[in-house]
């Protein structure tokens, strides 16, 4: 077994232990409304809702029983603006405090880039692949949806709608499509953390476009398309819309906002690409700190900011569930602060900024999942234990394995284990509800605990295989890592003829 295999296995062990998601770390280094049915939970996101039987086919903003409330598309607008905020520039200015001066253009570039070509695949095919329902008696409808809103071709941008968590409550079809684009585009921009500093720009955007399409889509389609809630009217009816949904969702995972969606989606494809692009030239022989802590310091903020367009709008309606989202965005962020800074504080002797920020970061991604399902016993514990776990594989285990995640991209999947124990009322959470009997349904720990397993181990062999080919290909093809030379100039003047700073 060649050296860099033990290493990818003892990675991926680390990942079963601590999880992944695109959570840039250290410094250098819905609610009641929300699931589907006691059996199968809700996920987060609806895909465009099958009708009721007695309301038309297709339904219509402003057909009777099928209201858009002017203030849930207000909110679903400004919580689109917000997790546009957390891209660009927030993350932008978080990765690039993170690099070395002679790199910090290229990390900002990066971000930006990968936002623009994600949102015009998006709009052209991937809303569709991700959020229709496949073509009936589809062997691979539980993974891939149709074409049938191929850039957005047949909708009527005033008309067209997108159930929401409630019955009878829809969004404009082009709203909701705009709010996932958001989430596409930073999922695919976070993984950047992992190849800081050594990926050829060219080889970078290929293989963006082809994970974008073979890894995040299905995995947002498993994860998040059903039927919608007035697909719910019976239990035979339950049963044929339950059919239609993806593969995790039929298992019954719960991920409110993104916990696997989007951060063990991109985190695990950060540890492949990081893993087969090898360390930096210098890695471990030459001091690499961050050149702006303080740039690192607002782009968290401006994460920090935007999240909460990213978990209170999740529950695409503003209502309480939007409100125990909010809630627990701040607060569960605050503990996971606390705990990341005070755990620096009693083992290195000193809280560090960087610490801080890493540790609200580690917070963001561990209550993500768990957003609008659990109280605050829920985050504040799921959040505690991400920040000292966070910090001890950072700080600790990834220098044992010897890899170089150039910006700590790789965390943990707590927060999805955490939604499926604190989701349980008994804990304060919110339960698992059931839209044929239209009440929160008897609750299955175990059952919840199993589900989530199952949504986390899919989405880390789905994704990290798909960045395995996709790299090994582009490695015998065109290559993937930047020459020594242009590492030793920087990416910023090597691949795009400017600095960041001209002094």
Not at 136 to 151: A, M, Q, T, Y
Not at 476 to 493: F, H, K, N, P
Request: glycine share 10%; with cysteine.
């Amino acid at each position: 077994m060649s050296r860099f295999t033990r290493k990818l296995f003892a990675s991926l062990a680390l990942v079963a232990m601590l999880g992944a998601h695109a959570l840039p770390l250290f410094a250098q280094d819905k609610p009641a409304e929300k699931p589907a049915d006691a059996a199968a939970p809700a996920a987060a996101a609806p895909a465009a809702a099958a009708a009721a039987p007695a309301a038309p086919a297709t339904p219509k903003c402003g057909d009777k029983g099928f209201d858009c409330n002017k203030g849930d598309v207000s909110w679903m607008m400004t919580s689109s603006a917000f997790v546009l905020l957390m891209t660009v520039p927030g993350l932008a200015l978080f990765y690039a405090g993170m690099a070395r001066t002679r790199n910090a253009l290229s990390t900002v570039m990066q971000s930006f880039s990968i936002f623009c070509v994600v949102a015009v695949l998006w709009v052209i095919y991937g809303y569709s692949i991700a959020f229709t329902a496949a073509h009936e008696g589809s062997s691979l409808s539980p993974f891939f949806g149709s074409l049938d809103k191929f850039f957005m071709l047949g909708e009527d941008p005033a008309t067209a709608v997108a159930a929401t968590f409630s019955k009878g409550q829809y969004l404009p079809d082009f709203v909701y499509c705009m709010f996932q684009l958001t989430f596409a585009a930073i999922t695919v921009a976070l993984i950047a953390g992992g190849f800081a500093e050594r990926f050829k720009f060219s080889a970078m955007i290929i293989f963006c476009i082809l994970w974008f399409t073979f890894a995040y889509l299905p995995v947002a389609h498993m994860v998040w398309y059903w039927d919608g809630p007035d697909a719910y009217t019976t239990q035979k009816a339950a049963d044929i819309a339950q059919s239609h949904a993806g593969f995790l969702f039929q298992k019954g995972a719960l991920d409110f906002a993104g916990g696997t969606v989007v951060h063990v989606n991109s985190g695990i494809a950060a540890l492949v690409c990081a893993l087969m692009l090898g360390k930096r030239n210098g890695y471990g022989k030459v001091p690499m700190p961050p050149h702006s802590v303080m740039m690192t310091a607002i782009g968290t903020g401006m994460l920090w900011m935007g999240w909460f367009g990213f978990n209170a709008g999740s529950a695409l309606e503003a209502t309480g569930a939007a409100g125990i989202a909010f809630f627990n965005t701040l607060f569960g962020t605050a503990v996971a602060g606390v705990a990341w800074a005070l755990t620096e504080w009693i083992v290195k002797g000193k809280p560090s900024l960087l610490g801080v920020c890493s540790g609200i970061v580690a917070g963001l991604v561990a209550i993500t999942p768990a957003a609008g399902f659990v109280g605050p016993v829920g985050a504040f514990f799921t959040c505690a234990i991400a920040g000292v776990l966070c910090f001890f594989a950072v700080s600790t285990v990834k220098r044992m394995l010897g890899y170089d995640d150039a910006l700590d991209t790789f965390g943990g999947m707590i927060g999805s284990l955490g939604t499926g124990i604190f989701v349980n009322p008994k804990f304060g959470g919110t339960g698992v509800y059931d839209y044929v009997a239209n009440k929160v349904g008897d609750f299955d720990a175990w059952a919840q605990l199993v589900s989530q397993f199952w949504d986390i181990i899919v989405t880390l062999i789905w994704s990290g295989t798909v960045a395995f080919v996709i790299l090994l290909v582009l490695k015998v093809t065109i290559g993937i890592r930047a020459s020594d030379e242009a590492q030793e100039e920087g990416l910023d003047l090597a691949d795009h003829g400017e600095k960041a700073y001209n002094y």
